[in-house]
Nanobody, 125 residues
């Protein structure tokens, strides 16, 4: 079992930065594939970025085209924490952001068994 708690969301202006955190409890955090997804009102939950466990402390990163070059995912296994650094935010980044963990990697949200409660990010123009 893994429990995830996101924090760091808020209301910012276009061009600003935010860093989201996802604190994980449970065993074997380092072996889980982790990701950030988001859901805007009236839309389906969508992939943002993932960090896929390869071997030992080696991970592969995948990033959606819409945020490439602006968002960066990272993880601190010693702290059981996943991060999302978001720079040059745009109004279209407004959504609830969710942290997810699972044993199957990929961009499909259904691959991930564990989800946080979400944190709201609102970007004003």
């Amino acid at each position: 079992q893994v429990q995830l708690v996101e924090s760091g969301g808020g209301l910012v202006q276009a061009g600003d930065s935010l860093r989201l955190s996802c604190a994980a409890s449970g065993r074997s955090f380092r072996n889980y594939h982790m990701g950030w997804f988001r859901q805007a009102p009236g839309k389906e939950r969508e992939f943002v970025t993932t960090t896929t466990w390869i071997i030992y402390d080696t991970y592969a990163t995948d990033v959606a085209d819409s945020v490439k070059g602006r968002f960066t995912i990272s993880r601190n296994n010693a702290k059981n924490t996943l991060y999302l650094q978001m720079n040059r935010l745009k109004p279209e980044d407004t959504a609830v952001y969710y942290c997810a963990a699972g044993r199957t990697p990929g961009r499909n949200p259904s691959n991930y068994e564990y989800w946080g409660q979400g944190t709201q990010v609102t970007v004003s123009s």
